[in-house]
Structures are given as structure tokens and as C-alpha cells.
């Protein structure tokens, strides 16, 4: 059955240090997206891809987030420097197309930054 | 600011017993309504989608839509210990490249 595949599931840094996560979507999704989950909150989205596009990174901390889809598959979302709060569970999904189709997500990444 | 509202629970129910979630939203203009389940730890996953108003049933489960009053809601008949989950709601912002509004969700216990 295909999957949105995400490595790491865990990660452990120090504040300061840089680090990535990475998202294969399910192959043919145009849509991919990055959320990012705090214990008891609903997803809130830091960006959106439609293809190799961004077409919403209104939430994204721009001056420490990046994130990019290079070809429009895989994806990679980058923190740097770390700061304690962006300890979080960061979750991929994709789409055929954005809003009306089902969002599939992969199992997500545990940050903790100490 | 478009909003998806959702009463966080947490919402106890005795086994066998009917759940009902609720959630209402903001945006006249959203088309799409989905209802997904999240296990602590876990990623969320789809239980049901919704696109026209009235009721979708699926198994034990049906959602039901009212555009007038901006207002989706989730049953869950015959209620199980393993439905015990948070869920979420999400609706499609028609406007803002058809971006997912989520609520916070609302936490289920299932008491057997």
C-alpha cells in the first residue's frame, strides 16, 4: 500500500544546531505539505507545495524554517538554529490536489531540542 | 481569520454508546469537510469525508453537514474502547490555494 515515508521518527538536538527532516510523498501527489503539531493542538500548516511551487508558507519562521521540493517529489524541511520551542511533532502529507482530496499523512518526526 | 471550532473534550462515552462530535467553521465558501482520527503519537488518519450537505454513513460512522449553519458533525455508533482517539476536523479554505483548516480536535474516551 503506498505511503508518505518520513525519516527521521526521531531526532534529538541542541539548541543552535541545524536540523532536517525529510518527506516522500505518495508518487503522483502534486500536493505536499509540512505541519507541525504540539502536544494537544491541531496540525498548523508551515508550508505548502503545489508541485515543485510553494504556494502558502505564510506560517513558515522564515528567518530559521526552509523548506524545499527541488524536482516536485521529495521534500525537505530544514530548522536552523534550533530553539527549544520548535520541540514538536513535524508531520508530512500529500494530496492529489490541495483541499477537496484526502490528505494522507506519513508517521511524522518526534523533535525534542535540549 | 477562518476558523474551525471544535469543543476539546475530553468527551466520555460508555461502550456501545452514540458519540457526537461537533465542529463548525467559519468560511461560507468551504466545499470540503473531513473528519480524521488521531491516536496519541500517531499521525492522523481519514475516517470520512464530506462534500454535500445532509448525511454520509460508513459502518459505524456518519457524518453530517449543514452549510447553512456552517456546522459538521461526526456519530459514531456502538461506541469501542479502540475508538478512544482525538478528532480532528478539517475544512478547505476555498479561497487561500484550497489550504486545510484544522480545529484542535476533540479527545474521546470510550469507557468499557
Known amino acids: 500500500e503506498a505511503e508518505v515515508a518520513q525519516s527521521p521518527r526521531y531526532k534529538i538536538t541542541e539548541k543552535s544546531q541545524a536540523v532536517a527532516f525529510w518527506c516522500d510523498p505518495i508518487?503522483?501527489?502534486?500536493?505536499l505539505y509540512w505541519y507541525r503539531q504540539i502536544l494537544g493542538q491541531g496540525p498548523e500548516l508551515l508550508v505548502q507545495?503545489?508541485?515543485?511551487?510553494?504556494?502558502?508558507d505564510s506560517q513558515l519562521p522564515k528567518d530559521r524554517f526552509s523548506a524545499e521540493r527541488l524536482k516536485g517529489v521529495d521534500s525537505t524541511l530544514k530548522i536552523q538554529p534550533a530553539e527549544l520551542g520548535d520541540s514538536a511533532m513535524y508531520l508530512c502529507a500529500s494530496s492529489l490536489t490541495a483541499g477537496d482530496t484526502e490528505a494522507f499523512f506519513g508517521q511524522g518526526t518526534r523533535l525534542t531540542v535540549v | 481569520q477562518k476558523e474551525v471550532e471544535q469543543n476539546s473534550g475530553p468527551l466520555s462515552v460508555p461502550e456501545g454508546a452514540i458519540a457526537s462530535l461537533n465542529c463548525t467553521y467559519s468560511d461560507r465558501g468551504s466545499q470540503s469537510f473531513f473528519w480524521y482520527r488521531q491516536y496519541s503519537g500517531k499521525s492522523p488518519e481519514l475516517i470520512m469525508f464530506?462534500?454535500s450537505n445532509g448525511d454520509k454513513e460508513d459502518g459505524r460512522f456518519t457524518a453530517q453537514l449543514n452549510k447553512a449553519s456552517q456546522y459538521v458533525s461526526l456519530l459514531i455508533r456502538d461506541s469501542q474502547p479502540s475508538d478512544s482517539a482525538t478528532y480532528l476536523c478539517a475544512v478547505n479554505d476555498a479561497g487561500n490555494n484550497r489550504k486545510l483548516i484544522w480545529g484542535l480536535g476533540t479527545s474521546l474516551a470510550v469507557n468499557p
Open positions: 464530506i462534500y
Open positions: 508518487s503522483g501527489h502534486a500536493t
Open positions: 507545495f503545489q508541485d515543485e511551487s510553494v504556494v502558502d
